[in-house]
């Protein structure tokens, strides 16, 4: 029993640990975007939302995930002004030259 409860808490402070990692990572490349401009493109806020890919624009997060490996889950952005939603999902490319293409639905037409 205290070894199941040990173990527990030592895994919730390693997820927690590496949840708020996450958040002030990506809170920190934000606001360095912001610094540079105070208006973020769709390409750039994709750019940020896919931070942790091991493909991708931010050296400083390469390592989290492996490259070749699946994608646990997806990541997607949706403009509202341009009415477009892009998806990324499936697994990372093994470099960034075979970096996975984005899914990109243009919901114009639906309106």
Known sequence: MWSYSITAFIMSKMVESDSRWRYDTLYGLMKQSFQ???HISFHTARQLIDFLNPNGEYPETH???APGTPMEGHVAIMSND??????????????????????????????
Request: proline share 6%; hydrophobic share 30%.
């Open 36 to 38: 540079q401009t105070p």
């Open 63 to 65: 390592g989290y995930y």
């Open 82 to 111: 341009e009415l477009v939603i892009e998806g990324l999902f499936g697994y990372y490319g093994s470099s960034r030259e075979e970096r996975n293409p984005w899914v990109r639905l243009n919901l114009q037409a639906f309106q």
